[in-house]
């Protein structure tokens, strides 16, 4: 079945042939005699995706009607008919947020046409609703991750101001995952379903950097043989996320505020201002104040970024997070691998213990180094870090080293061993035959000791006695 229709009209012969005609054309039809009845229908919970509805009636207006629906549902279609139409009800009526005004008496086919479109116009906005909900719930839950109070705060932020027009300035140390905030931003909010455009500033040199965040006329310099539209028009409706912004050079300042200011942008080589309608959200590692105290960056483009600042604090400020983090991505690549894995206690202390300079940016190369390597189904210290740790992952000892409170030898001697079976496959690059010749071992004898120790496949247990036999011989 089509579109469900509401038809509401105090003359029963119009309501019934408009049930008729929508009918047959494929939609799903109910009726009313007035705005009392059609308040109920609307009301009762069913959804309606395009109301048909006479100006003037009896127990009301189809004003009444248009606000009540759009009320109850925004994305509703309200089409208004009548014999009496004026120029100040029509403008009256699309203010209130009616799709169309047609006045009677009216061509069956050409009413038709009207419904169909107003009916397509519903599909498209619920399709971008749920584009939009989709694309931001799926963004927080899969990459943004964390339940400390300071990436909460960032959160709620987030959601307040995604929809606002106003630019954002987010801060915060490298690899503490500014980009995906700014993500976060614009698929949570109206641009969902614009283009979201990203650009290194600190990667680019000036003169490159102009003509792609402003494009250029053909012929405006050497080698410009067409003209390039720039990343300000292609984001045109969505989001320009202007990364490392505090590395611009001062020149540019300049034309990155005027396009602030006037939200036009001029090509290079070109003479006419183009208008655009781009939500600029920026990001940086730099102390931009200090900068600006500095005169290395200009204070008024500083206050046009920084409308709304959102401060990413980095990792070691916020340890909780880390075991939410190594999950994710463990999850993450151990699925791209087809490995499903666990962390063992110990390593998870171990991530806990660390500092990651590289914030979360490093924590996620640690996993998936060690989601790479790991030959077992769980990751433990050493698929970690390549340095020799103790079971606890705190102590680095020396073999003839023997710390006060004492240690037990054959467990300390067995990870020793296993430290050295992984840092043979990290250099041998995972290939077990070639990392049984760093060590001068047969490759069923190595075979054996990564079972032995968790490492190696579940059948390469079966070759330990003769890997053991092998050796004695």
């Known amino acids: 079945m089509g579109a469900r229709i509401l038809v ?25 005699d007035g705005q009392t009845r059609a308040t109920a229908l609307l009301r009762a919970g069913d959804s309606f995706d395009v109301v048909i509805t006479d100006l003037s009636m009896p127990d009301g207006s189809g004003m009444g009607v248009l606000q ?24 009256s009526a699309m203010r209130e947020g009616a799709y169309d005004y047609i006045q009677k008496p009216f061509k069956n086919d050409e009413l038709v046409a009207v419904v169909e479109k107003a009916a397509d116009k519903r599909a498209i906005v619920d399709q971008n609703k749920t584009l939009r909900r989709r694309l931001a719930e799926g963004f927080r839950a899969g990459d943004v991750v964390g339940k400390s109070a300071g990436i909460q705060n960032v959160m709620r932020l987030v959601e307040r101001v995604a929809s606002a027009p106003a630019s954002v300035l987010i801060t915060g140390e490298s690899g503490t995952g500014k980009e995906l905030i700014a993500r976060a931003l614009h698929f949570g909010g109206e641009r969902a379903n614009k283009p979201f455009i990203a650009i290194n500033c600190a990667a680019l040199p000036e003169t490159l950097l102009e003509s792609e965040l402003f494009g250029y006329e053909k012929g405006a310099f050497t080698g410009a043989t067409s003209k390039k539209e720039g990343l300000f028009r292609a984001a045109d409706g969505g989001t320009l996320f202007l990364d490392e912004v505090g590395e611009l050079p001062v020149t540019l300042q300049v034309k990155l505020l005027r396009v602030l200011q006037q939200r036009t942008v001029r090509p290079v080589g070109g003479h006419e201002e183009i208008a655009v309608d781009v939500r600029v959200v ?14 290395k960056f200009r204070e008024d483009l500083f206050y046009r970024l920084n409308v709304i600042n959102l401060h990413l604090p980095p990792l070691r400020e916020r340890p909780e997070d880390i075991p939410l983090l190594a999950e994710h991505f463990l999850q993450k690549h151990g699925a791209a691998l087809n490995k499903r894995l666990t962390f063992s206690n110990e390593a998870l202390r171990w991530l806990l213990g660390q500092t990651f300079k ?34 606890s992952g705190m102590l680095v000892l020396h073999p003839a080293q023997i710390p006060d409170a ?24 995972g290939i077990r035959k070639d990392a049984a010749q760093l060590l001068g071992m047969t490759f069923r004898s190595f075979r054996y000791r990564l079972a032995k120790y968790g490492l190696g496949d579940a059948d390469d247990a079966d070759d330990a006695a003769d890997a053991t036999d092998a050796e004695n011989a």
Do not use: C, W
């Open 406 to 429: 004492g240690f037990e030898l054959d467990a300390h001697l067995a990870n020793i061993e296993r430290q050295i079976l992984v840092s043979a496959l990290t250099k041998a690059s």
């Open 358 to 391: 590289g914030n979360v940016r490093e924590l996620e190369n640690v996993v998936e180094r060690a989601v790479t390597l790991a030959l077992g189904p769980r990751i433990e210290i050493a698929d970690l870090t390549h340095k020799p740790v103790t079971e």
């Open 8 to 32: 509401v009209d105090d003359e029963a012969g119009l309501r019934e042939m408009l049930r008729v005609l929508l009918s047959r054309s494929g939609y799903d039809v109910a009726v009313a």
């Open 282 to 295: 920026a990001a940086t590692n730099r102390d931009v104040e200090q900068d600006v105290a500095a005169g």
């Open 68 to 91: 009540e629906a759009r009320a109850i549902d925004d994305s509703t279609q309200v089409i208004m008919i009548t014999a009496y139409a004026t120029t100040a009800q029509a403008v």
